[in-house]
């Protein structure tokens, strides 16, 4: 059973636009909602992370909106870059589990 | 180099032969895990080390798998007899204790033929 749901599978925008990848989740003991950008032959990295006690975090271009009574949370991308062609992944963790359940992935091509 | 260190990057196997991977995590991070990531899928959880502890394991883990983390440092990965559906990114995580950020390597890529 996938509990964190991921949308598009694939996204892309042209340079200057605005990126926006969706999650949703099923499991109410998640307390932790990070994104990962990963580059093809490298491990995923952390982007930007928020926990559901604020609806949204900014990091630069990045953003996080994040609707706890949807059990929804957002990436937005500003000003997207060919340099942010990747393929991001939602991700979330709380309760009684240490582990981080991700999604499917979204594959962004920014075109220049 | 202060980030998680796996090897071996790539294994090309044979099926019914067995492969270890091993993870050298952050050195002062107390937590360490084991993905396993399939083209265009999200990594999928194996299993989890506090220290030398193996707190936490996933049912995709079969009796095949086992993974160790002796002295709460580095960790192996031992995959036996293996099968084509084995071939993936194992990826390995590290983090430090009381904080849920989790620094990734670079993986290892097992192709089973």
């Known amino acids: 059973q996938q509990q964190v749901k991921q949308s598009p599978q694939s996204l892309i925008v042209q340079k200057g636009g605005i990126s926006i990848i969706n999650c949703a989740y099923e499991?109410?003991?998640?307390?932790?909602f990070p994104w990962y950008q990963q580059f093809p032959g490298k491990g995923p990295a952390l982007l930007i992370a928020i926990r559901p006690d604020v609806s949204e975090k900014k990091e630069g271009r990045f953003t996080i909106s994040f609707n706890k009574s949807a059990k929804q949370f957002s990436l937005h991308i500003m000003d997207s870059q060919p340099g942010d062609s990747a393929t991001y992944f939602c991700?979330?963790?709380?309760?009684?589990?240490?582990?981080?359940?991700f999604g499917k992935g979204t594959k962004l091509t920014v075109n220049p | 180099d202060t980030g998680v260190s796996q090897d071996p990057r790539h294994k090309i196997t044979k099926r019914g032969q067995n492969v270890t991977f091993r993870c050298d995590p952050i050195?002062?991070?107390?937590?360490l895990y084991w993905y396993r990531q399939t083209l265009g899928q999200g990594p999928e959880f194996l299993t989890y080390?506090?220290?030398?502890?193996?707190?936490?394991k996933s049912r995709l883990l079969s009796d095949r798998f086992s993974a160790e983390r002796p002295k709460g440092s580095f960790s192996t990965l031992e995959i036996q007899r293996t099968e084509q559906g084995d071939s993936a990114m194992y990826l390995c995580?590290?983090?430090?204790?009381?904080?849920?950020?989790?620094?990734f390597g670079a993986g290892s890529r097992l192709t089973v033929l």
């Open positions: 499991n109410t003991a998640f307390d932790y």
């Open positions: 995580a590290s983090g430090g204790s009381g904080a849920n950020v989790l620094t």
């Open positions: 050195s002062e991070h107390n937590r």
């Open positions: 991700a979330a963790s709380g309760g009684r589990s240490e582990k981080l359940v």
């Open positions: 080390f506090q220290n030398e502890a193996q707190l936490e």
